[in-house]
């Protein structure tokens, strides 16, 4: 892993340097916040920041929020530095650790940072095929695209592959392509110079320059808008790439994994995936089964969990009754690997006895998952899908859509991502049709849940 340790401390935190390097860490040392964001600037990243409290953290937060760097951040100070540590946590610090340094609290935070959801685990004949297949490429130079359900584990597969490749040393860098908005995408990716657009206060490394030598997670890539595809693809194509604002390339060598929840295949023939693209990315596909076609997964992963949040909660790491294998094990699981993953943290709070029983596997709502009956959003749903097909005839095409967006969306509550899983589009396009509908004076659900409004 990749540490940045910013500030001295008189002398102690060279001691922390020592020890984070002695556990295999990637050691750089900033003497201040301007010196700090000149090295992620660089293309020198950092997966865990390590601060001298005596640095203005907040300042350090927004400076890096600024710049969309996400890094974690752990202050360091003196033992009696009651107040230090505990602004430094209100300013935006993770942890605190007390100095003089102690190795095994160190090498804990280390091992917590580099060790954080990178775990695969499994137990089905349905994963284990993929995750052979995944052996087998890994050490090669292809391409890979991972496809599956959102929450199915994509990105751990993904980190799977690095750490089995001959790129395991380099870095792993995950660029989120829907979380980003697309007029910061291309900078984020491909970097930028000073004074490209307003804001580029200094010349900024991207994702690809960040990642040479290792890999580059590109993850939800269907989310990419097609004129920045093109660019991506020249990128793979020529091993090289343009700063925004620049003037001459940039030589990169990177593997590239790409994610994606949606079948590219139709976003081809709807036009909003490149097929030159496609082709580039997928040499290698590794689908990852949907959770509930994968049972065997789901009592192991369900132990794992236990495992895990028992230990977080101080709390000891009671057996499944036999009841409960069963409530899991015929549960839909809609939200994959991540809704079981939180219904077991829920379960180890809840439950009570020598074992955890069906009792204590509960859903959002508090409602036990054995115990789960047509809930009223459900019932509206198909309410309204009834009164849609009824009123078919005689309506355009883009009637018919609207009121599916618009009561799918109601159906969700609001919740955008969700109504657009649904609905089988990006989250991108259903805000696209949200807006239209908006500006041509039809009320909108927003989000929450609250009364459909119309915009201003």
Same mark, same amino acid.
């Given at each position: 892993?990749? %540490? ?5 401390? !008189? ?5 922390? =340097? ?37 640095? !203005? ?22 033992? =009696?530095?009651?107040? @230090? ?70 990105? +751990? ?5 690095? $750490? ?31 004074? @490209? ?10 994702? &690809? ?23 991506? %693809? #020249? ?48 040499? +290698?596909?590794?689908? %990852? ?15 794992? &969990? ?18 409960? #294998?069963? $409530? ?8 994959? +690997?991540?809704?079981?993953? !939180? $219904?077991?943290?829920?379960? +180890? ?67 955008? $991502? ?10 991108? =396009?259903?805000? !696209? ?24």
């Amino acid at each position: 892993m990749r %540490l940045l340790i910013i500030g001295s401390l !008189n002398g102690q935190l060279t001691t922390a =340097t020592k020890i984070a390097m002695d556990k295999g860490a990637l050691v750089t040392h900033a003497s201040d916040i301007s010196q700090a964001l000149a090295v992620l600037r660089s293309g020198r990243g950092a997966d865990l920041l390590m601060v001298d409290v005596a640095i !203005n953290i907040r300042e350090l937060v927004t400076s890096l929020e600024a710049e969309r760097i996400h890094a974690p951040i752990v202050a360091c100070g003196t033992a =009696t530095d009651a107040r @230090a540590a505990v602004a430094a946590i209100q300013a935006g610090a993770k942890e605190y650790i007390p100095l003089p340094p102690d190795a095994e609290l160190i090498a804990a935070v280390l091992a917590a940072v580099a060790d954080d959801s990178r775990d695969l685990i499994y137990r089905d004949e349905a994963t284990a095929r993929v995750v052979k297949l995944a052996q087998q490429v890994a050490a090669s130079e292809a391409s890979v695209l991972i496809t599956g359900e959102s929450g199915t584990g994509k990105e +751990v597969l993904a980190r799977y592959v690095h $750490t089995r490749s001959n790129r395991a040393k380099k870095p792993f860098i995950c660029v989120n392509c829907a979380a980003i908005p697309e007029t910061l995408l291309e900078s984020e990716l491909f970097g930028h110079e000073k004074g @490209a657009f307003t804001g580029a206060v200094a010349r900024r490394v991207g994702k &690809f320059e960040e990642a040479n030598g290792g890999t580059l997670l590109l993850d939800e890539i269907s989310e990419m808008e097609v004129r920045l595809q093109a660019k991506l %693809l #020249r990128a793979i194509q020529e091993r090289m790439i343009d700063r925004v604002g620049g003037t001459r390339p940039v030589p990169i060598d990177i593997r590239i994994i790409a994610t994606s929840n949606r079948n590219l295949a139709e976003a081809v023939r709807e036009n909003t995936f490149r097929e030159d693209l496609l082709f580039r990315l997928n040499v +290698v596909n590794l689908k %990852l089964p949907p959770l509930r076609e994968r049972p065997a997964d789901v009592i192991e992963l369900a132990e794992y &969990f236990i495992k895990k949040y028992s230990i977080a909660n101080g709390v000891p790491a009671r057996p499944l009754a036999q009841e409960a #294998r069963r $409530t899991l094990t015929i549960n839909y699981w809609p939200g994959n +690997v991540r809704e079981l993953e !939180n $219904t077991m943290h829920r379960a +180890v709070l809840m439950a009570s006895g020598d074992a955890i029983g069906p009792e204590a596997i509960l859903a959002p709502d508090g409602v036990r998952l054995d115990q789960q009956r047509s809930a009223p959003s459900v019932a509206h749903a198909a309410l309204a899908a009834e009164q849609v097909s009824r009123a078919l005839v005689g309506r355009t095409v883009a009637e018919v859509e609207r009121d599916l967006i618009l009561e799918t969306l109601k159906h969700c509550l609001g919740n955008r $991502t969700h109504a657009a899983n649904v609905l089988g589009i990006s989250i991108r =396009t259903l805000r !696209n049709k949200l807006n239209e509908y908006s500006a041509d004076g039809v009320p909108v659900p927003p989000p929450g849940g609250g009364e459909p409004r119309v915009a201003a």
